[in-house]
């Protein structure tokens, strides 16, 4: 079946624009996860949503940051006025979320942003 | 989360079973240990995880020590496409809220 799935692949941004990081998770998932890689770094955890709630964004930089899945299926990762340092790849997961036992995460490709 | 310690890198011959170690001496009872391999340019991809028992799927297998404080993944054919970053962690089970904490994982190269 369809896995999760991330648009753009690629994203190049000048320092000061806004960008917007899609993520269709795979179909009936509950929970899905964003993640923030850095070059030669393992992910790390930015924000959680169980349906449309967004229950942990504990990992989120800064205020430039925002996510949001208003439907409680497609996410949207929002960046404003982005800077260098956010160049990274964007990682989202999706699980079940049944919350029983185990939850496996399942990750879509990432987009690479590069800010220039 | 309990740390995981995993070797930088490692090789392997193509043909010949890879053993990746991993140690979590810290892990807790209700916590699994959850292995993710990441190749160049993609997602994490989900390998296998287990809790104290040995596991093993299509992909590999999952030896966890009786004391649980450390375990090794098997990969028993190694393939140049098996070439990545290995990922070992350890995540509570029970909820489906609970974020993967990673380390740096293990670059294992697999050689013709």
């Known amino acids: 079946g369809a896995g999760v799935s991330q648009s753009p692949r690629y994203k190049v941004a000048k320092r000061g624009q806004d960008v917007a990081l899609r993520c269709d998770p795979i179909?009936?998932?509950?929970?899905l996860f964003w993640y923030q890689q850095a070059l030669g770094q393992g992910p790390e955890f930015l924000t959680y949503?169980?349906?449309?709630?967004?229950?942990?964004k504990s990992g989120l930089p800064s205020d430039r940051f925002f996510a949001e899945r208003p439907e409680g299926s497609v996410s949207t990762l929002k960046i404003q006025r982005t800077q260098q340092e956010d160049s990274a790849v964007y990682l989202c997961?999706?699980?079940?979320?049944?919350?029983?036992?185990?939850?496996?995460?399942?990750f879509g490709p990432g987009t690479r942003l590069t800010v220039l | 989360d309990a740390k995981t310690t995993q070797p930088t890198s490692m090789d392997c011959a193509e043909g010949r079973a890879a053993n990746l170690p991993c140690n979590h001496s810290?892990?807790?009872?209700?916590?699994?240990v959850y292995w993710y391999r990441q190749i160049h340019s993609q997602g994490p991809q989900y390998i296998i995880h287990?809790?104290?028992n040995n596991e093993t799927n299509e992909m590999a297998s999952l030896i966890i020590t009786e004391d649980r404080k450390s375990s090794t993944l098997i990969l028993p054919h190694a393939t140049l496409r098996d070439t990545a970053v290995y990922y070992c962690?350890?995540?509570?089970?029970?909820?489906?809220?609970?974020?993967?904490?990673f380390g740096k994982g293990t670059l294992l190269t697999v050689n013709p």
């Open positions: 997961a999706s699980s079940l979320g049944r919350g029983q036992g185990q939850d496996t995460q399942y």
């Open positions: 179909s009936g998932h509950v929970s």
């Open positions: 949503f169980q349906n449309e709630a967004q229950l942990d």
């Open positions: 810290t892990i807790s009872g209700n916590e699994y």
């Open positions: 287990g809790l104290k």
């Open positions: 962690i350890v995540r509570r089970g029970g909820g489906s809220n609970y974020k993967l904490t």
